[in-house]
């Protein structure tokens, strides 16, 4: 089945958020996002809810995008969807419904990687957000450096050793008491903090670092949110003293310890890229201190493109926005298309 141009469906159900959108020609139609509120008894995503709740929702999400595109499913041209990586349960139940849809329409589908989809969000808003880039992508589940010289070409400089960024801030927001996802809730706990009251390592980031080291762009953040969940257990501990103000230096310490590392691993990469242009993607993203952190490293030369907070986190725009380029390139996926929780990132060197 070949494409030949018109709106394209993206399906987005790699965790907790359901989402359909509709896109042609780089422009967003119409884009519906679902965010599972079941899970924030929890504090954390339940897989196993999740799955169920996509199986719940997706008719419904689909239906409200195509209403919001003014189409019908007879309008469309293609169906995008996340293939990997991400939770099993909930991939399956977006990827079977995609297949079903695009096979009963005589539709081409092609499967996509969760994290070049967060990539892809930045074209959307800004047309010249095209390679060479380097790239920051930063989820609740990776966090990964490349150098991309085209698309579909990507070079990977530096990945996290063991958590991901937004799961730092999760687990940190859990210690801290704070609701999920915990990256929003710290950023605002923050402000009622100072940070520099107390002190918490910046990992994996020493003057005498060397490009050759395999340390050089790495990163690690486990051993930053050990840190932080000891300081706030001595902090709780001590029978005098502001415990509030206290666990919110806390936060704003750690946010900017996160911040930190982050802006220096990446201005690394341009100064060893000798490519000045940065584009973020991922949930981490949304980080207001982050952005203007690394923005004004970036000057006066630089540019960074981050998107709109809404395309930051998980949605089925980007999704689409990437089905609609591979489509374009005449890739598509047959109905053996199978996903896959740890997908490896395309065209990675
Ligand atoms: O990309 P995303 O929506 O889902 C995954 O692919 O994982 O990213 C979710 C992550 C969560 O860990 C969440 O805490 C974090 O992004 N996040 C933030 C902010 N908003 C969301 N982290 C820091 N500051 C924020 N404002
Ligand atoms: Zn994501």
Redesign the pocket.
């Given at each position: 089945m070949s494409f030949r141009g018109g709106p394209v469906l993206g399906i987005e159900s790699?965790?907790d958020?359901t989402s359909a959108a509709v896109v042609a020609d780089n422009r967003v139609l119409g884009h519906v996002i679902l965010s599972q509120d079941a899970h924030a008894v929890f504090g954390g995503v339940v897989p196993e809810i999740a799955a169920r709740q996509h199986l719940v929702h997706i008719d419904g999400v689909v239906e409200r995008a195509l209403d919001e595109a003014s189409i019908g499913p007879a309008d469309l041209a293609g169906v995008g969807v996340t293939a990997g990586p991400?939770l099993i349960g909930a991939l399956l139940v977006g990827l079977n419904w995609a297949k079903g849809f695009a096979y009963a329409l005589g539709l081409p589908v092609v499967g996509v990687h969760?994290?070049e989809a967060?990539l892809y969000a930045n074209s959307l808003e800004s047309p010249d957000a095209t390679p060479p880039f380097v790239a920051l992508l930063?989820?609740?589940?990776?966090t990964l450096l490349l150098y991309t010289p085209a698309w579909g070409r990507y070079e990977l400089l530096g990945a996290t050793r063991d958590d991901?960024?937004?799961?730092a801030?999760?687990k940190v927001?859990r210690r801290l008491g704070l609701g999920f996802?915990?990256?929003?809730e710290?950023?605002k706990f923050a402000q009622q903090g100072n940070a520099g009251t107390c002190r918490l390592p910046r990992p994996m980031l020493s003057a005498r670092d060397d490009p050759g080291d395999a340390s050089y762009f790495d990163f690690s953040f486990s051993g930053l949110k050990t840190a932080a969940s000891l300081m706030i257990g001595e902090i709780e501990a001590a029978v005098d003293g502001d415990v509030d103000a206290a666990r919110a230096h806390v936060a704003a310490e750690f946010?900017e310890a996160v911040v930190d590392v982050l802006v220096a691993k990446t201005m690394r990469a341009v100064e060893h890229t000798r490519c000045r242009r940065v584009l973020l993607g991922?949930?981490?993203a949304?980080?207001?201190l982050?952005r203007e952190t690394l923005a004004s490293a970036l000057e006066p030369a630089g540019r960074m493109f981050a998107p709109s907070p809404r395309l930051?986190?998980?949605n089925a725009a980007m999704v689409a926005r990437l089905a609609e380029h591979r489509l374009w390139a005449g890739q598509t996926d047959g109905l053996d298309l199978n996903a896959d929780p740890a997908l490896p990132f395309p065209g990675l060197s």
């Open positions: 790699s965790c958020e991400g969760h994290m967060h930063i989820s609740g589940g990776h991901a960024a937004g799961e801030f999760d927001a996802p915990g990256g929003p710290i950023e946010q991922g949930g981490v949304r980080n207001a982050l930051s986190t998980d």
